[in-house]
Each structure stands twice: as structure tokens, then as C-alpha cells.
């Protein structure tokens, strides 16, 4: 197993960056997820870590070795595609012995080694099966398993789930999770999908244009994120954001919506007299009983209801704005009503419209 280092990476194309001084530590046997959107450079950092694109700047260490102008093969990393990249024709059996036959290994060994991945990913029926007689879900495990079975230090997956279903994403997102806590193999996953990021990662990096915007754990930038951008790309369904003007009046802070004014305690908030700010709430923190003293109220229109199962998306015209509200199915009010939803002052985000960035003061 290994630890990875990246101090600094930079990555070029013709002059122009892609990645900006890319610094992290990723401790061994972690699950780190790159996370963002297209173009932000999370596939670009993780070829970077492959040896399949050459480092423009700055040093990567993977265990004790400073691997920059290493071969692939030399890193001791293996690497999952988005497509599935097996030799159709083959047999699975075939498809996940072929880098152990490569390197010589003895057939005895490559056997036990194959049906004991193939254990782990509930394969065992299929290993004389062919790709184009299974399902892109099983092919996909065959691709997970031709990894594993070289046993490396550092695992790379690159967007594996985003080809399959929902259903299919769900299952194999269940599989990757109980294969690390086997295995205890340091692992980097790229993906856009932040259900994906949320339920797999130890630690996610959120990457925006090349930069990091906030690593932490899932928990973490969830419940705080350091800017609207963070705030908006973490959590389904997405964060509420109402465009406010904040004025400090008798000690206190209070934002003007231009339908509603809130007042907020200056303890909670780094927010400047005549601050334009975004105030941010999220969908499942607004209800329709009271949550106590410190709370805000958001009042609105109900314009569309739809129902999700057990609860129900509640969708509320505010200040000429959309708001949405996750509420339970069994409480759902009806369109056209006038609602008050109770928001917690502990559940609240403010943002500085200018920059982006959270003006919370208590985390």
C-alpha cells in the first residue's frame, strides 16, 4: 500500500492551464474522490497520477518515490475506465488473467487469484461468459476485478459508474465501497456525481476551474461549505439561494429580500453594513413546525408539488424566485396555498454575493 503526495502539480496545454498548483496529501489506504464539474481538471489529475499525461509542474509521490517521469507500468497503480476497455474476444476468465500472464506469473497462481477476485465481485458464474453476453453492470466488475487482481498500491477510478443506470450505478457504488474496506487500498475516484463523491468518499476534493475549492469529508462540506459554489454542488436537492441587502440595525443583522426581512445575531455572521449577500438555506432544513426561538421564517406560494415517495418536493414562489422544500409526503400542502416554513438560525448559510465565499462565523 502507499500514501500519495502531490505538491504543486501543474498541468498545460499550448500555455494554457488546466491545473493550478494541484497540493494535497492522501493518506494510505484512503478514499479520496476528485469531485466537480466537466472541465475542472479532475480526469486531468488523475491521468497525471497514472503517468498518462505529462506533469507540466510541481512533484508526485506515490509511497517513497517520486514517480514524474515514470511509465505507467513502473507506479505500481491500476487504473478503472469509464468505458469498459475488455477484449471482447475473451472470456472473463481470459480478460482478468491477462496482466498476471503478461508478467509470467505462474497459471496455478493466476487461477487462485482469479476466483478469489471473482468471489469478492460475485463473478463466479460468469468466467467463461464473453463481454457482449453480460450486462454493462458485470462488465464493469470484470473491469474493477482486472484491477484488483494485480494487487497494487494505489487503485484510480476514472467516472466507472457513468455509463450504467441508476440502478446499476447503485449497486456497483455498494460493491467499490465493500471491496475497499476489504482490500485497504489507497483509491482515487473522479466523478461529476456528488451522490457518488458523498457515499463512497472518506475525503472529497470539490474542484473548480483547475483549483481546489474545499477538501474535507462529506460531512464536512455538506453542513459547511466555504462558498456558494461548494453550497450549490453538495446536497440533493439542491441549496435555496435568496439575493438579500443586509443593514445592521439595534444590534442586530438584518437581510431584506425585498419580500421578506430577516434578522439575524451579528455573533453568527461576518456580515458589513450594506453587504449585498446571498442567504442560503437548504431544501430539507425548511419546515412547516416551529424549530424553536432562533429561526427564520420563509414565506411563499406553493407552485408545484412533487411527490418522491415518502416525501415531497414542495416548490414555493418567493420574492419572484423559486424555493424549494423537502417535507414529508403525509404533511404536503396544497398548490396555491400561502405556506410558512421554519428554517433553524444554525441551518442557515450567508454568502458575499461579490465573492462567494461563506461569511459563517461559527465553524
Not at 81 to 87: E, G, K, T
Not at 148 to 155: A, G
Not at 299 to 307: M, T
Request: hydrophobic letters at 40%; a neutral charge; one cysteine or more.
Amino acid at each position: 500500500m502507499a500514501s500519495i503526495v502531490c505538491d504543486k502539480l501543474a498541468k498545460h496545454y499550448e500555455g494554457n492551464p488546466v491545473v493550478h498548483d494541484f497540493s494535497m496529501e492522501i493518506a494510505d489506504a484512503e478514499f479520496i474522490v476528485l469531485l466537480g464539474p466537466s472541465g475542472c481538471g479532475k480526469s486531468t489529475i488523475l491521468r497525471m497520477m497514472a503517468g498518462l499525461e505529462d506533469i507540466s509542474g510541481g512533484a508526485l509521490h506515490i509511497g517513497a518515490r517520486q514517480v514524474n517521469d515514470l511509465p505507467p507500468r513502473e507506479r505500481d497503480i491500476a487504473m478503472v475506465f469509464q468505458n469498459y476497455a475488455l477484449y471482447p474476444h475473451m472470456t472473463v476468465y481470459d480478460n482478468m488473467a491477462f496482466g498476471l500472464r503478461r508478467l509470467k506469473t505462474p497459471e496455478s497462481e493466476i487461477r487462485q487469484r482469479v476466483e478469489r477476485v471473482a468471489q469478492m465481485l460475485n463473478l463466479d458464474p460468469l468466467l467463461q461468459r464473453k463481454p457482449k453476453q453480460m450486462s454493462g453492470g458485470q462488465q464493469q466488475r470484470v473491469a474493477i476485478g482486472r484491477a484488483m487482481i494485480k494487487t497494487p498500491s494505489v487503485f484510480l477510478f476514472d467516472e466507472p459508474l457513468s455509463n450504467l443506470d441508476a440502478k446499476l450505478r447503485a449497486q456497483l457504488r455498494g460493491d467499490i465501497k465493500r471491496l475497499h474496506r476489504q482490500l485497504a487500498t489507497t483509491s482515487v475516484y473522479v466523478t461529476h456525481d456528488q451522490l457518488e463523491a458523498m457515499t463512497l468518499a472518506d475525503r472529497i476534493v470539490l474542484l473548480k476551474a483547475g483549483r481546489i475549492e474545499q477538501v474535507g469529508t462529506p460531512a464536512e462540506i455538506y453542513n459547511h461549505p466555504v462558498s456558494k459554489f461548494a453550497a450549490g454542488f453538495i446536497g440533493t436537492p439542491a441549496m435555496n439561494f435568496i439575493d438579500c441587502m443586509a443593514r445592521h440595525e439595534d444590534g442586530a443583522t438584518v437581510l431584506d429580500s425585498g419580500e421578506a426581512r430577516w434578522r439575524l445575531p451579528q455573533s453568527l455572521f461576518a456580515i458589513g453594513d450594506g453587504q449585498a449577500v446571498v442567504l442560503g438555506v437548504r431544501p430539507n432544513h425548511m419546515s412547516t413546525t416551529s424549530t424553536g426561538d432562533q429561526q427564520i421564517e420563509v414565506v411563499g406560494q406553493v407552485d408545484l408539488v412533487e411527490l418522491l415517495g415518502a416525501e415531497s418536493l414542495v416548490s414555493l414562489l418567493h420574492a419572484e424566485r423559486e424555493i424549494t422544500a423537502l417535507v414529508p409526503a403525509s404533511r404536503c400542502p396544497r398548490v396555491g396555498t400561502q405556506v410558512c416554513f421554519n428554517v433553524s438560525m444554525s441551518d442557515l448559510h450567508v454568502f458575499d454575493a461579490e465573492t462567494g465565499r461563506s461569511l459563517v462565523l461559527r465553524h
